[in-house]
């Protein structure tokens, strides 16, 4: 490898760092100030949970809420974990 190329690759390094940095810190700023950041949640979760609470099947609750069965099954793990939770903090 050429001095040449060496000093390129390090001086794109060192830049990938410095953006990473920025970013993380501009996360961290925007995060403390209250501020949402990320995508906003597309999936009714009361309605979800609603539809679970009836026994309605995943895949019927997943049409209604017009949401995939991945995201049903999902909101039931968060489910069954406040529960726990629950009951641990009652015991």
Do not use: T, Y
Request: charged letters at 35%; glycine letters at 2%.
């Amino acid at each position: 490898m050429k001095d040449k190329e060496l000093k390129e690759i390090l001086c794109l390094e060192c830049w990938k760092n410095l953006v990473s940095q920025r970013a993380k810190l501009a996360h961290a700023r925007a995060k403390s100030k209250g501020v949402a950041v990320g995508r906003k949640k597309s999936i009714n979760s009361d309605q979800i949970r609603e539809l679970l609470e009836k026994k309605i099947p995943v895949d019927l609750v997943a049409k209604i809420a017009k949401c995939s069965i991945r995201s049903v099954r999902a909101e039931q793990s968060l489910i069954k974990a406040n529960f726990r939770s629950h009951l641990q903090k009652s015991q």
